[in-house]
């Protein structure tokens, strides 16, 4: 059973920066499309970026261009770069396979961005 623990979340002003990382345990998780998600209030969790076992990504229009998503596979490590943060980037951040079946979700990682 592979378990999730995310981190790096917390308070940012606007246009600042964050960095989330994903630690996975367990096995098989390196060759899995993996992605990060996000949970606002009031609304579904939705996929905002996924990224292959050997690095190819794919981003959300919502998010393309600000993320870089990136993996560390010797590591079962994931990164989320998080730059030009906007308010409406504030959310619970989880990370999990880009599809189903899906792992357990882990705790999440809750990102505010201020005005």
């Known amino acids: 059973q592979v378990q999730l623990v995310e981190s790096g979340g917390g308070l940012v002003q606007a246009g600042g920066s964050l960095r989330l990382s994903c630690a996975a345990s367990g096995s098989g998780v390196s060759s899995n499309v993996l992605g990060w998600y996000r949970q606002a209030p009031g609304n579904q969790r939705e996929l905002v970026a996924y990224?292959?076992?050997?690095?190819?990504?794919y981003y959300a229009n919502s998010v393309k261009g600000r993320f870089t998503f990136s993996r560390d596979n010797a590591k079962n490590t994931l990164y989320l770069q998080m730059n030009s943060l906007k308010p409406e980037d504030t959310a619970v951040y989880y990370c999990?396979?880009?599809?189903?079946?899906?792992?357990?979700w882990g705790q999440g990682t809750q990102v505010t961005v201020s005005s």
């Open positions: 990224i292959s076992s050997v690095g190819i990504t």
């Open positions: 999990n396979r880009a599809s189903a079946p899906l792992w357990p």
